[in-house]
């Protein structure tokens, strides 16, 4: 009798172990304010992204994918959360002098890395966190059993701290030896490589969040990059492209990493940028604005999902979709349920794999600095509220006009108004940012910048 329990035991944990295995790795990557146009999947022509093109080849690209907010932080809160940012006061970048302590995504906000990690997966975050700079706030608090990288908004790609003496790089909390610091990019993929490496053939799967502070200034490269970029005719577009360029070949050896141990085939992949192109050699185009803005530039992104076993390749999805659909779509490649609140997104595979064929969003929010900025897209039309020109709200119909050239307010009031209802409504459920906004000193110094140079421009001007 006992030989057969024991028997009926071992084949329940064989069982389980199978089930487990069978469920997909997920592996997020993010690129850090990357323009649209800066992917060969896009359409750019002069920085190589093969890898990434190769992904998107045998996956989805997103061609109207948005981040749910312009800049950093907030972005990255709505990815891992699922939700709105505003629903949680966290709409804004975080303090950049460090002194407020409950600066940070909210610890009873359920992150997506704690609900895989109580559902047996193993979980990695490596790069850039930027959700709070206190301990509290930090992976290995969130459902992360490893974390290599920084907690801040930027870093040196050498490793030098130029802001912050106690802003290190970490491992799993502690700081690390300044020569196992190379150039971060590398570093980061290096560290992505050897945790499929260790970790693939446990029986867990793996969550992995690989968040490359690429191509986020401060501008620097190494000359393997640049030389990749020789071609380039402008300084700043060689050296931003270069960064780009060694983040794709990052991208290359994780994805050869995962078809070497034979994980490929089940891994989940989405790739996005947290918001638009800096402007430092970054191309939005074709369309306006950059980050901090919410007109396409500053939310359109290049964004992309790949999973073999789960999603059709070769599709270009053209209806509008947020990073926010993330979260669930994870969910329910797994099989897992959100236990508590409502989630934001939508689960994305019936829509990409052609059993849906419908929108997945009826209207999508944005919105900064309580409410200094804000953006409402629904249908075809998109309002957007812009602190970069005060006191106006643009109207769009980006079918029609997907480069927001042509604002339609004066004549179609009705429609201004019902977007404008629709934002109002959707604040109900929102609440006050936390902490004040440092970025929108940005967005403000970028219209004085604005105004002297249309003022230099037309100082010699005859008047009539």
């Not at 690129?31 to 022509?45: K, L, Y």
């Not at 061609?63 to 804004?92: D, I, K, M, V």
């Not at 034979?262 to 185009?285: A, C, K």
Request: net charge negative; aromatic share 12%.
């Amino acid at each position: 009798m006992k030989s057969k329990t024991l028997t009926l035991i071992l084949a329940l944990c064989c069982a389980i172990s199978v089930f487990a295995k069978e469920r997909p790795n997920v592996l997020i990557i993010i690129s850090d304010d990357q323009g649209w146009g800066d992917v060969g999947f896009n359409g750019c022509t002069d920085i190589p992204t093969p890898n990434l093109d190769k992904l998107a080849e045998e996956g989805v690209s997103f061609q109207a994918g948005y981040a749910s907010h312009p800049y950093c932080s907030p972005s990255r809160a709505g990815l891992l959360s699922g939700r709105y940012q505003q629903r949680f006061g966290h709409e804004n970048n975080t303090p950049y002098d460090h002194g407020d302590p409950e600066a940070g995504l909210p610890v009873d906000e359920l992150m997506i890395s704690e609900l895989l990690h109580e559902n047996g997966y193993q979980t990695c975050a490596i790069g850039k966190w930027h959700l709070g700079d206190y301990e509290k706030f930090w992976p290995n608090e969130r459902g992360f059993d490893d974390w290599f990288g920084f907690f801040g908004g930027g870093y040196n790609y050498w490793g030098n701290p130029d802001k912050d003496p106690n802003h290190k790089i970490m491992r799993n909390g502690q700081a690390v030896k300044p020569e196992e610091i190379t150039y971060l990019t590398d570093d980061f993929t290096r560290e992505a490589v050897n945790y499929i490496d260790s970790y693939a053939k446990n029986d867990k799967p793996f969550f992995m969040y690989l968040a490359y502070n690429a191509p986020h200034a401060p501008i620097q490269a190494t000359r393997e990059y640049l030389d990749m970029m020789e071609h380039a005719e402008f300084g700043d577009r060689a050296a931003y492209g270069a960064m780009v360029a060694g983040m794709d070949v990052g991208i290359g050896k994780v994805i050869e990493k995962l078809k070497e141990t034979g994980e490929y085939e089940n891994t989940l992949i989405f790739f996005y940028s947290d918001n638009g192109g800096h402007g430092m050699g970054s191309r939005s185009l074709p369309f306006r604005g950059n980050k901090g803005k919410l007109f396409e530039g500053g939310i359109r992104v290049p964004f992309l999902a790949c999973w073999p076993k789960g999603i059709n390749g070769g599709n270009r999805y053209l209806n509008s979709i947020s990073a926010l659909d993330i979260y669930p779509t994870i969910l329910a490649a797994t099989g897992i349920e959100y236990p508590e609140k409502k989630l934001d997104g939508v689960n994305l595979l019936p829509f990409v794999n052609g059993e849906n064929k419908g929108k997945p969003h009826d209207v999508i929010f944005w919105r900064y600095s309580d409410g200094a900025g804000y953006a409402v897209q629904k249908g075809d039309y998109k309002i957007v509220n812009s602190a970069f020109k005060k006191n106006r709200i643009y109207l769009f119909n980006l079918k029609e006009d997907p480069y927001e050239m042509n604002d339609l307010a004066e004549q179609m009031p009705e429609k201004l108004a019902e977007l404008q209802a629709d934002y109002e409504q959707w604040t109900k459920g929102t609440v006050p940012a936390k902490w004040h906004d440092p970025h929108i000193d940005n967005v403000e110094n970028d219209v004085e910048k604005r105004e002297k140079y249309i003022r230099a421009a037309c100082a010699g001007e005859k008047k009539k």
